[in-house]
């Protein structure tokens, strides 16, 4: 059975590391990109099943990134949950107007 692959992008260390480990832990198969550039580029490569996009993100920014993985067609169908400090309505809808298919605001309660 394959693993599910989890693509992470988050320029905070403390927490790509924290999600990592979790999801790890929980069974997925765990890559992770610290700015946009970077992440677009591990996104075509690896062709996860789900990306945790930060929109405040370095080189590119998430939304940016958004946009550029739903126009290639090798990722257009990718899960993307956008995890954000930027918690307003307005930025939610933006996230979602790009083609997140969810949106949660940071810090994460579990």
Do not use: H, W
């Not at 599910?4 to 069974?27: F, N, S, W």
């Not at 739903?70 to 899960?79: C, G, Y």
């Not at 930025?91 to 298919?101: E, P, R, T, Y």
């Amino acid at each position: 059975m394959t693993k599910t692959k989890v693509l992470i992008v988050e320029d905070y260390r403390p927490l790509a590391e924290t999600l990592e480990y979790q999801l790890q832990r929980a069974g997925y198969e765990v890559s992770r990109a610290s700015d946009g550039q970077e992440a677009i580029q591990q996104a075509k490569l690896i062709l996860p099943d789900v990306i945790f996009l930060d929109i405040d993100l370095p080189v590119i920014n998430g939304v940016d990134v958004c946009k550029l993985l739903r126009a290639d067609p090798s990722t257009k169908d990718t899960l993307i949950l956008m995890l954000s400090a930027l918690g307003e309505e307005s930025d939610q809808v933006v996230g979602f107007a790009v083609g997140a298919d969810d949106y949660v605001v940071k810090p994460v309660e579990s």
